[in-house]
């Protein structure tokens, strides 16, 4: 799977909200960091009244048999002050039938962060599959403000998928013939779009509503 075609764009969800906060201090939706992509402590998201979840869910449809095989990369930014770092989560390729059958669940640790990916699928018709991706926070919190819960967070969270042997379904734009399928996904604190070429061999779940095969803006002058 080529992954080079969705990079630049993923790279540039993944940093948008750490590189560019903030735009203007004084707006007032401009003064809490980390506004989207966020998946806090659970601990907190119960006590806090800040509307943040710890966990998220991306839907998608998949054109295929059993023999298709899909990989998922899971990636998120974790505050390590002064600085943030990269981390990835990798799902190797599993068939439909397979997905079908069991899910595949990976636990993950990069401390104090702690949580799990949970990857499925199920036949929806011949021929076409519903796909799920689900990311949860489960690290410890004792207490504190949503800028303390931050060290304990998934930040900026996204998700890239690949297809092999298959194609991904625009929900965007779906084939008349699968809008009722498209709009029984459930997408939570994400929004899946195709990137790349026109293969729909790649889908980016972004925290971030975006659209089919989004570029990075031509007079951005590097990464």
């Known amino acids: 799977m080529n992954w080079s075609h969705a990079e630049r764009i993923a790279d540039a969800v993944l940093y948008e909200g750490y590189l560019l906060y903030p735009y203007r201090p004084a707006a007032l939706k401009n003064r809490r960091r980390w506004t989207f992509g966020v998946l806090c402590p659970p601990a ?10 710890s966990d998220s869910r991306t839907e998608c449809l998949v054109e295929g048999d059993g023999a298709t095989s899909l ?3 899971v990636r998120f930014l974790q505050l390590l ?15 439909l039938e397979r997905l079908s059958e069991r ?6 640790r990069f401390p104090p962060l702690e949580g799990v990916v949970r990857m499925d699928a199920i036949a929806v018709e011949d021929g076409l599959y519903r796909l799920r991706l689900s990311v949860a926070n489960l690290t410890p919190f004792a207490a504190g403000e949503r800028e303390d819960a931050m060290a304990s967070s998934l930040l900026s969270c996204h998700s890239v998928l690949g297809a092999r042997g298959g194609r991904f379904v625009s929900l965007t734009d779906p084939p008349q013939a699968w809008v009722v399928h498209a709009e029984r996904c459930e997408n939570v604190g994400t929004w899946p779009v195709l990137v790349g070429d026109q293969e729909r061999s790649l889908l980016l ?7 089919d095969f989004p570029q990075v803006a031509p007079e951005s002058p590097g990464d």
């Open 44 to 53: 907190f998201c119960r006590r806090a009244s800040t509307g943040d979840r």
């Open 71 to 73: 990989a998922a990369r």
């Open 81 to 95: 002050e002064p600085s943030a770092a990269e981390r990835e989560i990798t799902l190797d390729e599993l068939s």
């Open 103 to 108: 899910p595949e669940e990976r636990s993950f």
């Open 205 to 211: 779940s972004s925290p971030i509503i975006l659209p």
